[in-house]
């Protein structure tokens, strides 16, 4: 994993994409479902960080299926969330609503507090990016609880600012702007509250403060230009390209517009980009899944000629002590020779269908040992029967006599001949 954290920094998503798929193997081999997660989860965000967010929802499905089958509640909800999101990335409202409403009934049922709080938060942001001001406002009215979990983590001004626009909306205008002025006051300054400055930037454009919203709009840029957030940078330009036009500032808004233009060409160039990792990620798994084909053919190659080189063995082994029941060999010796040319007849038997009993149990072991019973109760008295009765007849004068009567025969047949 750490050479994929490399990869990553140095955007070398290719080969951060092989690290996480040999971490995936690796974690799929020592059974390690914590693990597992893990490279899921920076597969997931891989993805998203490409713009694939089928492939990404993919993997959040995966998942949500595998905590279903294993009855984790808590884990189901966090995979709906995680969909919820991806939809509301993609402006999908009607889905991203649904997945909450899921996430809802889930959470409700294990009374599950922190995932509540999560559904709320990504609910009044639905309702927000929605113009649903009201209704937004009404999620936060219901539940004080919410109301003192917002003011823990320094964003209770948003209901502050979803007000003003309620009031806005409503015509109360005078009560909206004084409502803004005495807002404005009470936000602090700091660079972690960032998230605050776009909804002030909005709602000052909405009361027609257009010289404050473009002053919070520039210093929004300031900040964005640091981390490369294109998008951001992007609609903050168009946001001053048309705040500039309905201040009549023509000269501010045509800058603003070709910085529009270059940040939408900056952006479809990196579309391009990660369309072309995607196929890159893509010819990476078709070369994969060719060398573990290969792989698998190795394997199976290999074991094919160590079954027949088994085979040939045992074979042998049958051909000596018929040998050494033809000749005067001790009983001693045949007896021995049989016990593991037996031995290796039938443990060659329980080896071909090791492979089978495996692929019908799954690998569970109570399965295995139940049909291992069963084999070995009807082979072992099997093998000491047949034992018995070959061993009994080598050893008997049976194949000598036959031996010797063809020998003679043999030398009958030379003499004639030769006279």
């Given at each position: ?136 406002l009404e999620l936060f009215t219901k539940d004080s609880s919410f109301l003192t979990l917002l003011k823990l983590t320094k964003q209770d001004k948003y209901v502050d600012i979803i007000k003003i626009h309620v009031d806005f909306l409503n015509g109360e205008k005078e009560s909206a ?90 952006l479809k160039d990196l579309s391009k980009e990660n369309e072309l990792y995607a196929l890159e990620i893509e010819a990476a798994n078709k070369k994969m899944e060719k060398e573990k084909i290969e792989a698998a053919e190795k394997i199976i190659k290999r074991n094919n000629i160590q ?113």
């Open positions: 994993m750490n050479k994929f954290l490399i990869y990553e920094e140095k955007h070398h998503i290719v080969s951060a994409y092989r690290e996480l798929i040999l971490a995936g193997e690796i974690a799929d081999r020592l059974q390690n479902k914590e693990k597992q997660q893990r490279v899921e989860e920076k597969l997931k965000n891989l993805f998203l960080k490409l713009e694939q967010y089928e492939k990404a929802r993919q993997i959040i499905l995966k998942n949500h299926n595998e905590y279903k089958k294993s009855g984790n509640v808590s884990k189901q909800i966090d995979c709906i969330i995680d969909l919820a999101k991806i939809y509301l990335h993609e402006k999908n409202y009607d889905l991203a609503a649904k997945k909450l409403d899921d996430a809802k009934y889930l959470s409700d049922s294990i009374s599950q507090s922190n995932s509540q709080i999560d559904i709320k938060v990504l609910s009044v942001q639905l309702l927000y990016e929605q113009k649903k001001y009201k209704e937004a702007l004084s409502q803004y002025r005495k807002l404005i006051k009470e936000i602090p300054q700091e660079a972690n509250l960032i998230h605050y400055k776009e909804s002030l930037m909005e709602t000052a454009s909405l009361l027609g403060l257009n010289n404050e919203s473009i002053a919070i709009a520039n210093d929004l840029i300031q900040h964005y230009e640091k981390y490369n957030e294109y998008e951001k940078l992007k609609s903050l330009h168009q946001f001053l390209d048309t705040t500039y036009y309905k201040a009549n500032d023509f000269k501010n808004a045509y800058l603003a517009k070709e910085k529009y233009g270059f940040y939408d060409k900056k079954y027949t080189g088994i085979s040939l063995a045992i074979f042998t082994l049958f051909v000596i002590l018929l040998l050494f029941g033809a000749f005067k060999v001790s009983e001693t010796m045949i007896r021995t020779l049989g016990f593991f040319t037996f031995i290796f007849f039938f443990e060659f038997i329980i080896l071909i269908a090791d492979h089978w009993i495996h692929d019908i149990t799954h690998g569970e072991p109570w399965k295995i040992m139940a049909f291992k019973i069963v084999l070995i109760s009807i082979l072992m008295p099997f093998h000491h029967w047949i034992e018995h009765k070959v061993i009994s007849f080598l050893t008997s004068h049976n194949l000598i006599l036959r031996s010797d009567i063809f020998t003679k025969f043999f030398r009958k047949t030379e003499k004639l001949s030769t006279s």
